[in-house]
């Protein structure tokens, strides 16, 4: 066999015309319609219209053109059945040997902030993904390209041997449906959120391959880093890395939880995490003196750590930086005095990210979690705490000062893993107890790492105490004030406990599980 008839139609020109004259060259008839046959025609590429195929122009602003029996016959009649090749003689009609159709751009449409409904249901491509099925369902006969990147190869086999071989067939077949699959997930998800059902009785999801990594979360298990269509610009998917070597699992999984819970302060505020947990955050006026309270509340953990800051990067911070081994620096910038500083350093990663929302600016999305045969779906935890949602519990308030450590406390404590306790003082933590099967077990981590610094601190849970026992700890610590959801059965416990040591305790009504 070989190819002798190509049917071609793409949104993306890229590339075609020298694919296609080359295809001419070689001997092949090209079919065309619309847009990709007045360029190929323009370039003086040989080209024949889909009409002179179908006998049938093409209709209703061209939404009908390729749907038509000559064209789909074409390409999934069975060359070696004797009964496909009477039926094909008998009609009329002629094989189709390579299809090259690339779709309309939905997701650049549905990209544009301002775009209207019916423009987005106007690039929802009908003609191109039906012609791609049909032939990578013939994938035995057909070749199909749906990527710029694949038509030197196709060229190349044409070339060699008048065909391409089966195994490229069967993987450009595969290509294919993986695309039309993330096409259709596209517009599935966009149509889902417009009818306001975010969680529909089937939930299709695509991503796109940003690069495969060298190994997971162990060197045994395989790995890459996928990227969501659309993701926001300040994801982690769409860093620029400006210096160092790839990231690996555990860098992107680190790097992200210490993305998240620096996007939590509006003021300057630069977090150090170990393990996807923080071992150190601080905010201060400036992005060096966020930087120096995170560093001080714990230099140990933060060595081989990932940093991660809402301001640029200066020359001062970055000499600090450059002091200790760390893993990645995040910022949604550096100076040029900061980057000569840094990229003395071979191993250091520095990435780069615009356009922070902070705050209460940050809009919730959809997270998924895989587990074994399945996933669970739920929306990011981007509630904000506001001074006025606080109910004060206790015979004392908190002064003006220790409210604002258990707001700087609260917003912390929501991205450690649960059971969780943080202790703050003078904007920075000063211990962290993470992920432990018991409230006190976290608190006493705390309470151990901030030593002498407990003293006038304040104490963060993420869920309520289920007994008073975390108070008494927390009162022979020194701490003078706590923050917790409350709505435990017995809550009066630990108010009691709270008042017999003057500590001030205030209930938020919401808690922050992170499992």
């Known amino acids: 066999m070989s190819i002798k008839r190509a049917l071609v139609s793409v949104s993306d020109k890229t590339g075609i015309v020298d694919f296609c004259r080359e295809l001419s060259q070689l001997g092949v008839e090209i079919i065309s319609t619309g ?139 595969a290509k294919v449906f993986r695309h039309t699959a993330a096409y259709d997930a596209l517009i599935s998800d966009y149509l889902s959120n417009v009818n306001g059902d975010p969680l529909p009785e089937r939930y299709t999801v695509t991503y796109e391959k940003i690069q495969d990594l ?91 750590g990932i940093v991660a800051a809402n301001r640029m990067i200066d020359g001062d911070t970055a000499l600090l930086l450059k002091e200790i081994f760390l893993e990645i620096v995040l910022a949604p910038g550096f100076t040029e005095d900061a980057l000569k500083i840094l990229t003395q350093k071979k191993n250091i990663r520095l990435l780069k990210l615009g356009g922070l929302e902070l705050g209460a600016s940050r809009s919730s999305q959809f997270v998924v979690t895989s587990i ?21 519990v206790t015979d004392r308030k908190p002064t003006e000062a220790e409210l604002k450590q258990l707001l700087f406390g609260w917003k912390v404590v929501k991205h450690v893993k649960s059971n969780a306790i943080v202790l703050a003082k003078d904007d920075m933590t000063i211990g962290v107890g993470a992920g432990q099967m018991n409230r006190v ?17 304040i104490l963060a849970s993420d869920a309520f105490f289920p007994m008073g026992d975390t108070l008494e700890y927390a009162a022979k610590a020194g701490i003078t004030a706590v923050i917790q959801p409350g709505g435990s059965v017995r809550d009066e416990e630990s108010i009691k406990v709270a008042n017999e040591h003057g500590i001030a305790m205030v209930f938020t009504g919401v808690r922050h599980f992170k499992h």
């Open 35 to 173: 847009g990709t046959k007045n360029l190929l025609s323009k370039e003086g590429v040989p080209v024949i219209g889909i009409s002179e195929v179908t006998g049938f122009p093409e209709i209703l602003d061209g939404r009908v053109k390729t749907l038509h029996p000559a064209v789909h016959s074409g390409l999934l009649a069975v060359r070696d059945s004797s009964e496909h090749q009477e039926q094909m003689k008998e009609l009329g009609l002629d094989y189709i040997d390579l299809v090259v159709v690339n779709l309309y751009p939905f997701q650049e449409t549905i990209a544009k902030p301002d775009v209207a409904y019916e423009d987005a249901i106007e690039n929802i491509d009908i003609g191109g993904p039906t012609m791609l099925r049909s032939a990578a369902k013939n994938h035995a006969f057909v070749s199909v390209v749906v990527d710029a990147a694949d038509y030197g190869m196709v060229l190349e086999e044409i070339r060699a041997g008048g065909d391409t071989a089966l195994d490229t067939r069967k993987r450009l077949a």
């Open 214 to 304: 060298r190994y997971g979360e162990n060197p045994h298990q395989k790995a890459a880093f996928y990227r969501k269509p659309l993701a926001g610009g300040d994801t982690l998917t769409q860093a620029e890395q400006l210096h160092g070597k790839e990231l690996s699992y555990n860098n992107i999984n680190d790097a992200n939880a210490a993305l998240q819970i620096v996007k939590e302060f509006e003021e300057p505020a630069v977090v150090a995490v170990k393990h996807m947990n923080p071992c150190g955050v601080g905010v201060g006026s400036s992005v060096l003196e966020a930087y120096q309270k995170a560093y001080a509340a714990d230099p140990v953990s933060i060595f081989g």
């Open 372 to 392: 074994a045969g399945g996933m669970v779906v739920q929306e990011s935890d981007v509630h904000t705490l506001q001074e006025a949602d606080l109910a004060v």
């Open 441 to 457: 077990g976290a608190a006493k981590i705390a309470i151990e790492q901030a030593g002498e610094q407990a003293k006038g601190s």
